[in-house]
Every structure is written in C-alpha cells, then in structure tokens.
C-alpha cells in the first residue's frame, strides 16, 4: 500500500511542479520507489468534459472515474505523488471558470486518496501576515490530520512595490528590494504552534530561471536565421545594443543576447570575433524590417567554426512590443528536455526538503534499495562528510573547470587546480564562471623544483636525473599532481578529461605503487540501470588477466562495492554456466572463483556464469537454480578487457545508462581516471568517489 502525497499549490507561479520534481528525486535519492499522477491529465478528462461534469452535477462521478484511473494507473510503490489544482487559477487559463470548485475537488480528492497535503505557496511579497492568511484559506476545509506541511517557495526574491516578484532579463538597477527570507517565514505563528509544519523552503535562484536561447525565441516566435548554430546557450542577460564598437566591448559577455539592428553589420562581425575568441555569447537577435545583410553573415559563417545562434525578426510591428516584453517576460514552466535545469531544480528543492517528516507518513515497512538516485546521493554526502583535497591537474580543461566550482560550491571536496593561472582565468571568463577565491591554483612551473630531488631518489633505478626529473614534472602534470599524493599534500586525483588512461594511470604505479597484498591496479564501472547499481569490472586496465588477477580483480571489487553501500555478490561471468562448456577461458574463470573462495570466504561469488544468468532471475532458475548468485548478481567480474569494456559501453549506450567510472583499485592512494568524453557531472562523481576511497 502506497503512501499517497497530494501536492497543492495556492496559485499560478508557486513552483508546484518543480517542488513535486524536488520530492520525487528527494525520495529517490534515499531509497524509496516513487510514481505521479495528475487527476485530469491522467483521466483524460478535458477542460470540455470536467465542464459538463460539473454542468450536470456529476461531481461524483468525476471523482469515481479519478479514482479508477488512480487504481489504474497505482504502481507498487511506495509513495504517489498526486497533484492538486490550483487554489487561483486566474483568469486567462482555460479553466478560469474552475475557480469556484477548486476547494471542492481538491479536499474531496484528499479524502478518496486518504492522501497527505503538501502544501506549496510562494512568499508573495515582504509581509508575514499575507503569507499566514494565504496558507489559512488554503487549508480551509481539509482536516488537520491530512495536512503533512507547507513548503514555501521564492523566498528573498526580487519584488516590485505590489509584492509581485520582479525579474528582467535586462541589467536594470534594482531598489533591493526582496521577499521574505527563511528566519521570518520559520518564526510564523502558523509554524511556532505545531498545528502546521513548515517542510521546506526554497529561495529565490536566477540560475533556474535562465532558459536556453531557442526556448526563448520559441516563446517570442521569432525563428532562427543561421542554422548548425548552438541554441542551447542559456541566456543569463539581453543587451539592446546601438551603442558604436568602442561602446560595445562591455556587452560582449558570456550569456548575454545582443538585440540589435538588422542593418548593424560592425555589430555582428564584432559578435562573431568576440565567438572565435572564446567569448559565447548566448546569441544574436537582429530586429527591423530591412533586407538582411547576407554578404556579412556569409563572412562571419562561411567556413567558419562559429556556433553563435542568429535570429531575426523582421516584423517591424513586434519590435517594439518584443522590446517591452523582455523586462517581464515569464517562460511558463521547464521544457521537458532541458535537462540540465530540471536536474538543477531537483537537487536545489530536494535539498531543502524535510523528507523525514515525509518519510514517517509511510504505514508499512519498505526495503530501500541502491537505486541509481540514492547512489548518486549516497556518493555525494560520503563526500561532503570526509572533507577530502582532490587535485585536478587538468585545471584549465574547461568540463574539470566547471566541476571544480561546484564541487567546492556544495562542499563535496576541496579541489586544487594546476596550470597556468591567466589561463585558468581566461577560461573561465570565456565559459560565464567565476572561480571562488579560495579555490587554490598551482602553476607547474612555480611548484614543480620542490619536487625534483625527491622524484630523482623515487626513480634513481630507472636513471632518473634532476633535468629530467624537472622536465618530467613541468610538462606532465598528472606526474606533479601524482608527487602531491605522495607528499599527502592532497588526498586523491581525477584526470584524464584530456590525458589517456596510460598518462593518468602511469605515474600512479610508478610514485604511489600497489597496496599491501595486491598484486595489480585494476578498475571497475558504477552502472546506473534504471531500478538498481551494478558494479563492473575490470572494464579499463588489464587486457587478458590469468586466474590469480582475475581473483584480486573479484577481490578489490567486492571490497569497492561494500566501500559503496552495494551488498556483493560476484557474478564471475564467461561464455558457460556452470559445468555447461569446456575450454581454457572458462577453466580460468573455475579458478578464479575458487581461488576468491579460499582467500575470502566472507564473500558470496559464483562462476563461471553467463551474464543473462548472472542478471536475470527466470534465466537463473534454468540454468543454475542453486547458485548463491544467479539472477541477482551486483558484481560483474569479466574474463577480459575485450568483454569487459565491450559489455559496458554496450549497455551504457544501448540503454543509455549513467557509467560512473573507471575507479582504480588496489593502489595507495586514490588516483581516477576519466573518459575524454566525460560530462561535468561524470567529473564530479568521479571527485567524490576518489574523496570517498581516499
């Protein structure tokens, strides 16, 4: 039996759905399994036909077929997440005429649902008292023991003389004046007596209002003029430029969307430099009923590598309409593949939530399970708990780069960066980021001597000498970052964004070297399939590893996925189950797996296995109805690098499926390296993975 959420906004513009993103993927992260439903949409009930239920006086059966859909739809979960209609629906939306029922349905929807309400409004101005009245009226009429609690949104928002929340994509002086903050919206009375609890609050962040430029042009229906271009630049400004070139240069910003005349060729060719530069503005709208200047986007575009997105609008009777709209404009709701800011959404609200209060509405036991969200949460508060320094010797990479900042913004890891520092800056400014102050930056060249005498008596076997060594340690970065680890000057390294595995992996095994009892340096996979974690190894390292390695690799894996909250169970698969096939590969997988069984008996392994054994239960009941292991295996230990790296980058695109990897194992110190295609997230969860081992 599901624990069943009503979600219910007080109006338009509160942030419901993204509050109901926030709880899903809050819930998620800490193990539970989560579905949605929406009364209507879900019924396929439309604006027509919710009017003649109410026409007729058919309330009741309105709700009868809610209810059916419901049950239909219920999945084995343990929580559903139902949304409620909004207490003001306005007067411009088509069910405007709905108003008068909105209390009706939604208490009545709480009480067929036995469902908790949450409650989300938003912080409509400075004033306490309207706040309470507006979660008073809302409530009016639910019973106190279906009310969970009330999350306000948009707290210390910008807000005009009326309360109303004041943004513009235009650089405009502010008078500072802001919505309530946390402090006044906790000390309410509503709050202080118990009767309502306050379950989260969420304050006011532009970065999850800038939309990509071609949701904005799409909202304006004005169309893109060059195409290839890059229209997912997020825009963070609109500049209405007819300033001359000497005027323009404050303008040319990362994030900003020049508004200009059609006419004015300096200004695109000035746009165009400033894109072959480095410098990405968000794009180029060009406005004004004049022919447009085809010779001067032929020079700017023709052969060029220029990604930056041009539109035109050449309606001369929007200009100036689309010139007053751009100070309030509001884009309704996230697009559905803007996934960077939904993702950014879903972790800024889920961090702000009381999912302990939430979690003890839950009226049966639950198993939680290693679900990809609760991983990535579980990574990343191991992370922020262990207060670990990771060095980044690709520091000017520009991916690493943005990792870095976040990682340092949400504490997950200290991270130093090496490279030339006017680089580093540059590359920055060029991508819109400001790198915080206390984020330490080493230029080789300045630290590299330090090291030299002790990186000569490292490798004086293999005739290192001072020049060599100073030359090794001011051209190989990863060799540098690797002499901090051995000084414990830091306590793990993430590369390999740029560099390959061998000069990620070499200096490692040659400064920091293997851990007592292992023989070899070997990887694993974190695959983040869609309803639980597998760990895959060894899918990086060792090309054809002999019985012995392939038992440490089963060893070292086990090991990682228990460091990882994974229970293990080894899957050691091969092209037999069982005593099914004969040949030297599978008699090496036997004696691994017997070779794990005498060294470890603590941990639960089987082998030889095909994977479908390993993996899926009916085909475990066939072929091996007594293994400990199949048909639920969470390790994957392959017989080569050949099947290793060739099943997962199967999965991971076939299924596109989140790899997190590869993780070294066995050496001293933590030291991971990156695919070159890398995403910045991949580049965080890699950093809090190595502050983990480390």
Known sequence: MSCNLVIIPTEQGVGSSAIRLGINHALEQHGYSVANFHPLRDSNISSHELRAYMIENRQQDLIETIIQNFERVRKSVDFMLIEGIYNKIGNTNELAWFNPYVEWFNNTLVRALMGYVILVTRATGDKLDKLEESITLSLNGISHEFVLGVIVTKLEAPIDEYGRVKFSFLDEDSDGKKSLNHEQVAGSKL?????????????????????????????????????????????????????????????????????????????????????????????????????????????????????????????????????????????????????????????????????????AKLNHEVTKKMSPAAFRYMLLKKAQNAHKRIVLPEGDEPRTLKAAIHCHDKKIADCILLGNIEKIHQVAKANGLVIPQDIKIFDPLDIAPAYVDQLVELRKSKGMTPERALETLTTDVNFLGTMMIYNNEVDGLVSGAENTTAATVRPALQVVKTKPGSSLVS??????????????????????????????????????????????????????????????????????????????????????????????????????????????????????????????????????????????????????????????DDIVYTIAITAIQS
């Open 191 to 359: 709050f202080q007596d118990g009767k309502i609890k306050l379950l989260g609050t969420t304050t006011w962040n532009e970065d999850m209002m800038k939309p990509r430029v071609s949701d904005l042009m799409h909202a304006l229906n004005i169309p893109l003029l060059v195409e290839g271009t890059d229209t997912s630049r997020r825009v963070k400004r609109i500049s209405l430029c007819s300033r001359g070139i000497n005027n323009l240069l404050e303008d040319l910003k990362p994030g900003t969307l020049l508004v200009t005349a059609i006419d004015r060729s300096d200004i695109i060719v000035a746009s165009a430099l400033a894109e072959a530069k480095g410098t990405k503005l968000a794009g180029l709208l060009l406005t004004a009923d004049y022919n447009i200047p085809q010779e001067t986007i032929w020079f700017c575009y023709e052969g060029q590598n220029n990604k930056l997105p041009v539109y035109a609008n050449q309606d001369h009777r929007k200009t100036l309409s689309f010139i007053l709209s751009l100070r309030d404009l509001e884009l309704r709701g996230v697009p559905s593949d803007d996934y960077e800011r939904i993702e950014l959404i879903k972790h800024e609200i889920s961090e702000s939530l009381d999912i302990a209060a939430i979690e």
């Open 523 to 680: 990887s694993v996979f974190f695959m983040c399939m869609e309803e639980q974690v597998l760990v895959y190894g060894d899918c990086a390292i060792n090309p054809d590893p002999n019985a012995e390695q392939l038992a440490d690799i089963a060893i070292q894996s086990a090991d990682t996925a228990a460091q990882f909250n994974i229970e293990p169970r080894v899957a050691m698969i091969s092209y037999s189950t069982g005593t099914s096939g004969t040949g030297a590969d599978v008699e090496k997988v036997k004696q691994a797996t017997a070779l794990v069984r005498e060294k470890r008996p603590d941990i639960i392994i089987d082998g030889p296995l095909q994977y479908d054994a390993a993996m899926i239960k009916d085909v475990a009941d066939k072929k091996a109805p007594n293994s400990p292991v199949a048909g639920k295996a969470t390790v994957c230990i392959f017989p080569d690098l050949n099947t290793g790296n060739t099943t997962y980058k199967a999965v991971q695109r076939s299924a596109n499926v989140l790899s997190i990897g590869p993780l070294l194992q066995g050496l001293n110190k933590p030291v991971n390296d990156l695919s070159r295609g890398a995403t910045v």
